[in-house]
């Protein structure tokens, strides 16, 4: 399998919506919920997103990909 399609997965898991679940991020267990755009991955404008690598040691499934919204991909990358 490739890389964009472990990302696919993990898409359709998401629904469309923010995964991020971070207490730092002030959702605490409640999900981000961030309407995304599919097409917006890596882009500017409303509902952009990432796929993030939850662990760079870990295997490369659909399971170790988060997706999140712009906002909460910055905080992560950033540790805020």
Known sequence: MY????????????????????????????RCGQELVWEN???????RWEAYHISRAGPDTAANYEILCATCYKRVLFKC
Request: aromatic share 8%; proline share 0%.
């Open 3 to 30: 890389h964009t399609d472990f990302i696919d997965k993990a898409w359709k898991r998401s629904g469309g919506k923010c995964e991020c679940t971070r207490w730092s991020h002030a959702h605490n267990v409640i």
């Open 41 to 47: 991955k890596g882009k500017e404008g409303k509902g």
